[in-house]
């Protein structure tokens, strides 16, 4: 009996290291096209979008990189997006780009990046355009721990930019892309339970 349990086990730590995140660059639908979101983001460790101001006034700013991971002063540290105190003493971490989950947009809607740390996320509405605006809107937190930016640019338009095939294609979804669902995975440990217990009841 254990070595059925050691043998589920096995399967089950196999099956879930298929499993990987979304691409934090780029987003490809079977029925829109590819949104590639690459050359916007800096290399240096500095962001492309910083210390932006909401609107209406909140007390904080907020910096964006899209695709690559920043650094800003005092705390944040290998981030994608960065909360930062007006007097620059305080920032916090409101997602990394490795949490990042991108939703294409249903009927009216454009899509968007998720980014998380913690309790904090940050949606990222892609805005379209085509008359060379490159802007980030801070839109602040409409509620507790939920942020919200707009990015306007070409880049946010489906098969504007598409580079070359070197990165790892997204699912359509609002979570993380996968070699095989966490329901598939599930299903083959539940098969596999079955088989074990009627091999065992029929020895």
């Known amino acids: 009996m254990m070595m059925s349990w050691l043998t589920i086990f096995t399967c089950f730590a196999f099956l879930s290291s298929l499993i990987i995140a979304d691409d934090p660059c780029r987003f490809e639908s079977s029925t829109k096209g590819v949104i590639d979101l690459t050359s916007l983001g800096r290399t240096d460790g500095k962001a492309a979008y910083?210390?932006?101001?909401?609107t209406t006034g909140s007390g904080y700013k907020y910096s964006y990189n899209p695709c690559k991971p920043f650094t800003e002063k005092p705390s944040c540290n290998g981030v994608a997006v960065c909360q930062v105190s007006m007097d620059g003493k305080f920032s916090f971490s409101l997602g990394t780009q490795e949490s990042a989950s991108w939703n294409q947009g249903g009927i009216g809607g454009g899509p968007s990046v998720t980014y998380s740390a913690g309790e904090k996320t940050v949606v990222v509405t892609l805005e379209c355009v085509s008359d060379g605006t490159n802007e980030l809107e801070a839109l602040g937190e409409p509620t507790t721990n939920h942020y919200k930016l707009n990015l306007k640019n070409k880049c946010a338009c489906w098969d504007e930019y598409v580079p070359p095939e070197t990165t790892t294609k997204?699912?359509?979804?609002?979570?993380?892309?996968?070699?095989?669902?966490?329901?598939?995975?599930f299903t083959i440990i539940f098969l596999i339970l079955v088989f074990d217990y009627f091999t065992g009841f029929v020895l």
């Not at 910083?50 to 909401?54: A, E, I, R, S, V």
């Not at 997204?170 to 996968?178: A, C, L, P």
């Open 50 to 54: 910083p210390d932006k101001l909401p």
């Open 170 to 185: 997204s699912s359509e979804g609002g979570g993380g892309s996968s070699s095989l669902s966490g329901g598939a995975i």
